[in-house]
């Protein structure tokens, strides 16, 4: 278990992290999200003694960092791969980490065989792929079968195998009732890995949630209905009441409408409909929807750049916000006025 | 957090990398070598001498000139074995490890120190018999009065030149800055203020200023105010302010 509470970093004037208060719990994963800058490394490196905080604290099993005799075997950690002397190979850079917490030398041949990189062991690290260097920060990470594990973004830059490798290993050892705590910008990862969601942005927290529920607020699903007739469509629904939004497209938008009974009514009342379908905001929406405010490089382009062109179209009506956050604004509101 | 644990990881770090062998073999080869070729030159220059320096004639420094050279590889591995840690991002690593920052610094200056002691004694016996044996007739004896004393002082200049390099780059946390800055100085700026009179009242008291005074066994015609092991002992005291202030460095700073 971790415990934070109010923990703060300020860097002179600017502010990285600011009085996060939350728990992470052991037996499942808990995925730490926000977008690039939110003070995500800044916060693991907290956790783990690096960095010193500037006011609050963090607590590992209720014990502070320096406290722990032998931390590798509480809590292992991936915060950057690259952190390692490409000199040294994968054993050795494993030996020394073994050595200096008391682990036996075995169990270095076991962490390496379990990463699957025993063909590899007596390499310099140095030559490593990106893959490889990752599936070493994670060997060192298990090396004192820690009861919490921590990545920093484990996934960046490496391939769809390696990729699945990782959710399947994050999901084993949560279920083998160990802490997980992992970081990443991307939604749509964490919705694939994570039971629970830490969700900050410009070092505040937005939203501590359990997946489920995130999803439950955040996923709107609604039913697009176009028709040539569209007064009376709105007519013959609103008679029916049901709630209906006009889209500037000139389509109507039914929230969690059944397509079944728009059709049914519909067609009672002779109407052509173009088009019924039922639709389903992404998570990587609501989660940009949720962090907008917070996003501190905004793209101030002029025409909507590849980084926005990636963002799909926002919808006029605003996902309720989770609780304990201000509604934000719609995502790309600021980059039109620049 | 066992003090034994963090030396054997330290010792591991310190042989599996590749610069701490080209490094401290090539202090010893560059200090005998050069301290072989100037004690040839010198014995063949023995008779064109003054009459003053055939007086002051010390055979025992003599040998040992390589280390003004040889020091430098010495400087090299000492800086390489802190500064690594932070120019790989190794240092964040090796603190997750070991989250007590004093047990990491100490531990791995230990560990390096007993190596270089070991590497530097090493070196300046041979360099001094590989140089007698170049003198001819002009030779020092091991078991001449200060000679004994010098050979050892020359196994701990070195170690010591290592050790303050390791503060240094403790401070720095950049090798390339360390070297871009103790190279220099050793090499050319601390000569400098030694040789220039308006200075040289400042410059000996520089650590290898000072903690050259060891390698002499005839005392110059100078009024400097310390002896052997009085150098030593300023060189020691430039020692242990660059490491306090590594430490304290170390302890302040965010990784």
């Not at chain 1, 075997?73 to 050795?92: C, T, W």
Request: proline content about 5%; overall charge positive; charged content about 15%.
């Amino acid at each position: 278990m971790i415990e934070l509470e109010g923990l703060t970093k300020r860097y002179g004037e600017k502010v990285a992290v600011n009085n996060l208060t939350f728990t992470v719990r052991p037996g499942i994963v808990t995925g730490f999200l926000g977008p690039n800058g939110a003070g995500k490394s800044t916060t693991m490196r907290m956790m783990l003694g690096l960095d010193r905080p500037t006011a609050g604290d963090v607590r590992i099993d209720g014990q502070h960092y320096d406290r722990l005799k032998d931390p590798l075997k509480y809590i292992g950690a991936l915060l950057d791969a690259q952190a390692m002397h490409g000199g040294r190979s994968a054993f050795n850079h494993l030996l020394c980490l073994a050595q200096s917490n008391g682990i036996p030398r075995a169990r270095v041949d076991e962490v390496l065989d379990t990463v699957g990189l025993t063909a590899v062991a007596r390499k310099k690290a140095k030559g490593f792929s990106l893959g490889m260097g990752q599936r070493l920060g994670i060997a060192g990470a298990l090396l004192g079968d820690p009861r919490i594990l921590m990545f920093d973004e484990p996934v960046n830059g490496l391939d769809p195998e390696g990729i699945h490798w990782i959710r399947n290993l994050m999901k084993t050892l949560a279920s083998q009732g160990r802490t997980v705590f992992v970081s990443s910008h991307l939604m749509s990862e964490m919705a694939l890995t994570a039971d629970h969601l830490v969700v900050i942005g410009q070092g505040r927290l937005l939203a501590d949630t359990s997946m489920a529920e995130f999803i439950r607020r955040n996923s709107r699903s609604y039913v697009r209905v176009r028709s040539p007739q569209r007064e009376r469509l709105l007519d013959v629904l609103k008679g029916a009441g049901i709630t209906v939004v006009q889209t500037g497209s000139g389509a109507l938008e039914v929230d969690d409408g059944q397509p079944e009974r728009i059709g049914e009514l519909a067609a009672q009342h002779q109407l052509v409909l173009h088009e019924l379908s039922p639709q389903q905001a992404s998570l990587e929406e609501a989660f940009m929807r949720l962090t907008a405010e917070s996003v501190e490089y905004h793209a101030h382009t002029e025409a909507p750049g590849p980084g926005l062109a990636a963002v799909p179209p926002v919808s006029p009506v605003p996902p309720v916000p989770p609780a304990g956050t201000d509604p934000a604004p719609r995502w790309g509101g600021d980059w039109k006025k620049g | 957090m066992a003090a034994t644990q963090v030396l054997r990881s330290e010792w591991t770090k310190i042989r599996s990398v590749a610069s701490t062998v080209w490094t401290l073999s090539l202090a010893t080869l560059v200090t005998v070598a050069l301290g072989l070729l100037i004690s040839i030159v010198s014995n063949n220059e023995f008779d064109n001498m003054s009459r003053n320096d055939r007086l002051t004639f010390d055979p025992t420094f003599i040998s040992f000139a390589g280390m003004t050279l040889g020091q430098l590889a010495m400087i090299v591995f000492g800086v390489l074995v802190v500064g690594n840690e932070y120019s790989t991002g190794m240092i964040r690593t090796s603190l997750s490890a070991v989250p007590q920052r004093g047990t990491f610094l100490f531990s791995k200056v230990a560990v390096a120190a007993a190596l270089a002691l070991a590497v530097g004694m090493i070196t300046s016996f041979v360099t001094f018999f590989v140089g007698q044996a170049a003198l001819g007739t002009h030779r020092a004896s091991i078991s001449d009065p200060g000679v004994l004393r010098a050979v050892i002082g020359g196994g701990l200049y070195m170690t010591l030149i290592t050790v303050f390099s390791m503060g240094v780059a403790a401070m720095l946390r950049s090798p390339m800055l360390s070297l871009g800055i103790l190279m220099p100085f050793f090499f050319l700026i601390s000569n400098i203020l030694g040789a220039v009179s308006a200075t040289k009242k400042v410059g000996r008291y520089l650590p290898d200023q000072a903690g050259s005074r060891i390698l002499r066994v005839v005392t110059p015609l100078d009024d400097t105010p310390y002896g052997p092991w009085g150098g030593l002992g300023i060189m020691l005291l430039w020692v242990a302010a660059a490491l306090i202030g590594g430490y304290a460095l170390l302890k302040k700073r965010d990784a």
